[in-house]
Every structure is written in C-alpha cells, then in structure tokens.
C-alpha cells in the first residue's frame, strides 16, 4: 500500500461536538401557541411579556401532554460525532430534519473515534437487563491499540484506491463507522424532549433508558444549549418526568 502523507495522517479523539448555529426558541413561543386557543390574535401578546408569569401554564401543558405548543421553535445544532452515532440519531425522524456531509462529493477527513478511559467498556447480564462496568487496563490498552491499528490500514487503502482514480463513493466503502463525520439537525423543543428521553439517562426520568454512551454525550450537550434558550420548557420537562409531551 502507498504511505499516506504528514497532511492526512489519521488523528483520534474520543469526544464530541455540538454546536447551536441557529435558533427561534423561547418559552414565551410555547405560551402564544397554547393561548391562541381562548385569545385567538390577541394571544401574540405573550411575545412581548415576560414568560415568567405563565410558567404554571408550561408546567399544565407538559403534565397534562398538550403537546404541539411545544412545536412552534427551532434550533439547528451542527454536530460533529462519529457514524455510529449518527445511524442511531437519525431513527429520529419525526420533527427533524438533517443534512451530513457526503463521502461523495468530498474526500473523507482522516478523524477516528477511541474511546477514552471513562468510557465503560464491558457489558455485563443478558440482553434486556445488562450494565457496563470499566473495564481492566488491560482492556482499554487493548482497544486503543486495534482501534488505532484498524483505522490506519482502512484509511490507507481509502487513500490507496482514491489514488488509483477510484471514486470516493466506491472507495469510502472501506472506512469504519468509527469515521467522524459533521451534519447539521434542526429540531423543535418538542422533538428534541423525545429525543432526549430515549437517548439520555437522567433521575428525573418516569421511563428507564440505557443510550449509548456516545449518543448520550450528544444529547447532553444539546440539552445544555436548550436550556439556556427555555429554561421553563425544561424545568418543566425535568419536573413531569422528562417524558415528551
């Protein structure tokens, strides 16, 4: 095989990256939406109160799972993670929309995910009632090392075959789905609460989940941007048991 050169040397990180890029979302965009059932126009008031004096309201919607107020908002996360979590993002479908980067039309970055030592390792149980422990050093040495080993071999044959005049939608069949890949999901509050219930372990949580952790790590962050942008649509989530409404 050809070496592969200083610039496109793979390289390995173990976290992820979630970016708020755009966004229409406030709590007082849920309390419109949900007034205009008894105030008709006039329920565009709402816009310019302060949505601290209906957070009973938000909380009544979210217990009760009145639901489509919580739709009127949208925010637009570019997110940089590895494939494997992305084929797991987007069995959401319902309220999202995404757009990734294409191996196509663009020659595929040498960027690899490893795990790093927090990551849990080993599943213990049967399926359906199984944990993960840490695993030995032993083990984690052992995962860096294949992994590692594994994502240079793949992306010099990828790069081998591109050289040949092989097309990048041929060739990229031989990366792993530990290749970092970038797209960009908008969603509304409502799609994103569902999301977040499935895909992120909480106290709070009425309904038990047990997310991958990579997806999870997305979720987190996801979360924290939210919450800064409705932070009573998410005390309320939080409060009812984070389950979407």
Same mark, same amino acid.
């Given at each position: /095989?050809?070496?592969?050169? &200083?610039?496109?040397? !793979?390289?390995?990180?173990?976290? $992820? +990256? %979630?970016?708020? $890029?755009?966004?229409?979302?406030?709590?007082?965009? $849920?309390?419109? &939406?949900?007034? @205009?059932?008894?105030?008709?126009?006039?329920?565009?008031?709402?816009?310019?109160?302060?949505?601290? #004096?209906?957070?009973?309201?938000?909380?009544?919607?979210?217990?009760?799972?009145?639901? *489509?107020?919580?739709?009127?908002?949208? /925010?637009?996360?570019?997110?940089?993670? !590895?494939?494997? %979590?992305?084929?797991?993002?987007? #069995?959401?479908?319902?309220?999202? *929309?995404?757009?990734?980067?294409?191996?196509?039309? #663009?020659?595929?970055?040498?960027?690899?995910? @490893?795990?790093?030592?927090?990551?849990?390792?080993?599943?213990?149980?049967?399926?359906?009632?199984? @944990?993960?422990?840490?695993? +030995? =050093?032993?083990?984690?040495?052992?995962?860096?090392?294949?992994? +590692?080993?594994?994502?240079?071999?793949?992306?010099?044959?990828?790069?081998?075959?591109?050289?040949?005049?092989? &097309?990048?939608? %041929?060739?990229?069949?031989?990366?792993? $789905?530990?290749?970092?890949?970038? /797209?960009?999901?908008?969603?509304?509050?409502?799609?994103?609460?569902?999301?977040?219930?499935? #895909?992120?372990?909480?106290?709070?949580?009425?309904?038990? *989940?047990?997310? =991958?952790?990579?997806?999870?790590?997305?979720?987190?962050?996801?979360?924290? =941007?939210?919450?800064?942008?409705?932070?009573? +649509?998410?005390?309320?989530?939080?409060?009812?048991?984070? %389950?979407?409404?």
């Amino acid at each position: /095989m050809s070496e592969i050169s &200083a610039e496109t040397k !793979p390289s390995f990180r173990s976290e $992820v +990256t %979630v970016d708020l $890029v755009k966004h229409s979302a406030g709590d007082s965009d $849920v309390l419109w &939406a949900a007034r @205009v059932s008894t105030a008709g126009e006039q329920s565009l008031e709402e816009l310019s109160k302060d949505p601290e #004096r209906s957070k009973g309201l938000i909380n009544f919607l979210m217990r009760d799972r009145h639901g *489509s107020p919580f739709e009127h908002n949208s /925010m637009t996360f570019f997110i940089s993670a !590895p494939i494997f %979590v992305f084929r797991e993002f987007m #069995r959401h479908r319902v309220g999202w *929309s995404y757009n990734e980067e294409s191996g196509r039309y #663009r020659e595929l970055q040498p960027v690899f995910y @490893v795990p790093d030592a927090s990551r849990k390792l080993v599943q213990e149980g049967r399926p359906g009632k199984y @944990v993960f422990v840490d695993g +030995t =050093q032993e083990q984690q040495d052992l995962t860096e090392r294949t992994m +590692t080993e594994s994502y240079r071999q793949a992306y010099e044959a990828y790069q081998e075959m591109l050289a040949a005049g092989v &097309a990048r939608e %041929v060739a990229r069949a031989v990366l792993p $789905v530990g290749l970092y890949s970038s /797209m960009y999901a908008t969603c509304n509050a409502r799609s994103l609460m569902h999301f977040l219930g499935l #895909r992120t372990q909480h106290e709070a949580a009425k309904v038990p *989940s047990f997310p =991958q952790r990579e997806i999870e790590m997305v979720g987190e962050k996801m979360e924290e =941007q939210w919450a800064r942008l409705m932070p009573l +649509t998410h005390a309320a989530f939080n409060g009812n048991g984070r %389950v979407a409404p």
